[in-house]
């Protein structure tokens, strides 16, 4: 199992080169500009100053390598000594990765982004898997029930309905009508007693219902197919046969094994939460990692989209390793050594 | 009166009274503004973006300021220096300020002219890629006589001197601050671009980029009794309607930028009760540019697009006076404000709409839409109708090609002009092209605004300030946008009449208010008769307040934020 681990971790170093390689070339290639949202008056000369101060002089080759010193060497040196206090060489001088739109290092926005994405993004994706797995279970238990067509309603319609549309909804029915819950969620908001808890809740629970919502619809139509499957099968017949009872057998034999597949597909929807959810960021003003990714690429703010990018990218390889050894784990088939 | 009464009345005096008793610095607690595009630096040199140049206005500020009527009134100056008060040399060369005595920064040191040498300096770094280095071009030398005086030197004769440090685009930054930041370590500076000390009535407790601002009163603010409110979050992120939704519908803000929406959502979200929609007019004129060189996709990069002096490479259909005129005569000018802005806007038949004393009225008989007449220009001019309606001349299809920015307002204004013009016998083909593409200035792209490569193009351009002479001098000859000057350049349009020229040059010359103003006229009416650009609407920036926000006097011709220090809350 390590020696597997190792040899993918290996391999995809070579991978994520690539995918790095790709990205900023498909970033240079597309039309955009980084003076192009500024205001009419300033002039071109002025722009062409601006574009020149950001090293858009530079030819794409330097760029690119420019920028894989940056996020590879410099800015795990610069994490380093954060983390030690040491200093590594020459420290003052090293170039991090800088945004072009806020001129300040990539990496410390994105760390100042990732709480309200964890607590929002992360918080839904937990209560979407708290609530999809016993409705999935439930749902193939006593499968063509009515709370099985009320569970496949309200998945299809989660799945269908886009949040935009739950968000507006939401914010139109609570936020207007209604005056219970803010529509603007307030990043600056510190918890100290129990009532800046109550508004962090407060705040918390339109964009985390909207995400949940989506999240558990899917993660509900797999458990439950993956019950069904399992429900048919032989050992199941021969665990009642034992004079088991039937709590024990849906709950210890049926569901571990029916949540072999589900786990892999939680683990491989992990990468989303950091990455965030651009839209319903957006309409709730979380402003987190995916409105950070909608900003940059509107303000064509290369550095800050290629880093971001590239971060989703390593997640997403490391996630799908995750979920490969989990899959070994839950499984004694399996075995990859 | 009865008893009752009288004290009744004696508390109601009272009551009016007491909030002027309690005018004290920061009493009115914490203002919440909301600009849905979000802020990225508190630093407007870096930036340029109308956003980063109005968040920083609460802390940074210039020596004068335009207010809500576009006229400029001192702010770190005793006042604003003419030739008569003696503050303008005679020859127009040079400008000396008096800065205000006793003014500090926030961190409590003095503020003196070399500061605003300083700032002049940082701004003209090489390799520092200021966004405002325009407002310093003509600056000769900056000098300090004494540390309360300012004189600015010119390179020649500048009759509208009131450009470097004046207005929210070149504020003054703190010396002691940024001295380790010039050129190329600008963007080092994290600490200093995010929260710059300044002298105005806010200063910057925590900024997080792209997403919060918060301030915090200043309280070394020149003016004992302000600013009136305590602390400001300045939230950033989201869309323009949800935005005003926030202060119209939910009253979760006092104060929301720029809201550009359909005016019949805005007018609706207002009948809630909770804020009031504030419109102020400047210079923004949406406008249709008119394509005088051949942009034929048939000719090769050199020549697309590219007017060439002998006029050999001009416009086959619009170089025709008549075509030009009739597409102007068949849009309704009306209805487009009316669909497209209502009250945030109004019909217009200038490029130059604002200051008043510059605004001509020779060309208003264009707000009324003439079918007919423009019919009749067409078929004295030999384009006659073919069988399909279009118009034909020497086998030239009356056929064009509108691009504008993708905007769903310029969207329905595309289908409206495109229905006008059909009725005259002018076929149109749409077309949108993203924004940050279009206004890109990406000399590779094929689809921008400069390149040009279309018959017709729409879209917004104003210029700041109050003086309009660098704007009207966008349509010189030598400013047309070419391949050998990487399409940079403003003369979308491609004109060139040497007759305007010599106006351009005669205004740069010109000092006299009442001379400069006729000039200025006399080029808008040269543009507008010869229809070279058609205006459309004087749009207006629109934001909105709740109604228990007082002391808002929004303008456009500054940030709108330029009094925030004057704000308070009813109660």
Redesign the interface.
Known sequence: MLRFALRRLLVSIPTLLVISFIIFALLDLA???P????????????????????GLGEPFLVRYALWLQQFMINEPLNILEQWTGWTIGDSENRLRV??W?????VV??IV??LPQTLWVVGMSYVIAVLIAVPIGVISAYRQYSLFDQIGTFVSMLGFSVPTFFTGLLF?MLF??WL?WL???Y???HVVRDWDSFVFQVRQMLMPTMVLALANASQISRFMRASMLDNLNQDYVRTARAKGMRERTVVLVHVLRNSLIPVVTVIALGVPTIFGGAIITE??F?V?GIG??LI?GI???DIPLVQTLTFIFAVLIVLFNLIADLLYGMLDPRIRYD | MTRTRRILAASAAVSLLAPAAMAERGADGQLNI?YWQ?V??M?PF?????KEVEAASMVIEPLASYDDGGAIVPRLVTEIPTVSNGGVSPDLTSITWRLKPGVTWSDGTDFTAEDAIFTWRYCTAP????????YFADVESMEAPDPLTLKITFKGPKPFPYTALVGAESPIIQKKQFENCLG?R??EC?EA??GPIGTGPFVVK?F?????I?LEANPNYREPDKPHFQSV?F?????AA?AA??VL??G??DYAWNLQIEPEVLGQMETAGKGVVKVAFATSVERIHVNLSNPSSALGPDLRSVQVADGANKHPILSDFSVRKALSLAIDREVLTEVGYARTGKPTCNILPGPDIYVSTANDACLAQDIEGARALLDNAGWVPGPDGVRVKDGQRLSLLFQTSTNSVRQSFQALIKQWWAEIGVESELRNIS????????P??P?TF?KFYADVQM??????GVDPEAYMAQWRCADIPTPAT?W???NIDRFCDPAYDALVAEMARTGKLEDRARLAKAMNDKLMENYVVLPLVYRGGTSAHAKSLDGVRMTDWDSELWNIADWRRVK
């Open positions: 039309p955009s500009d003076t192009a949202n500024l205001p009419l008056t300033i002039p071109p000369e002025v722009r062409e100053k601006i574009r020149l101060s950001l800088l945004s739109a806020t001129r300040s290092p410390d926005l100042a982004r914010i936020s207007v005056g803010p529509s603007i307030d990043t600056t957006q309409i003003r402003n409105q950070l900003v509107e303000s064509a | 909301i979000a990225s630096t630093n870096l930036s340029g973006g109308t390799d520092g890629g200021c966004a405002q280095s325009s190329a600008a963007p994290t671009n995010f925590d997080r980029a792209n997403d919060v918060v979050l939230k950033g992120g989201g869309d949800s939704r926030s519908e939910t979760e803000f924004g940050s593409v279009f206004f890109g200035g990406d590779a792209s689809d400069q879209f917004t351009n104003n210029f700041s990487q940079q350049g403003q």
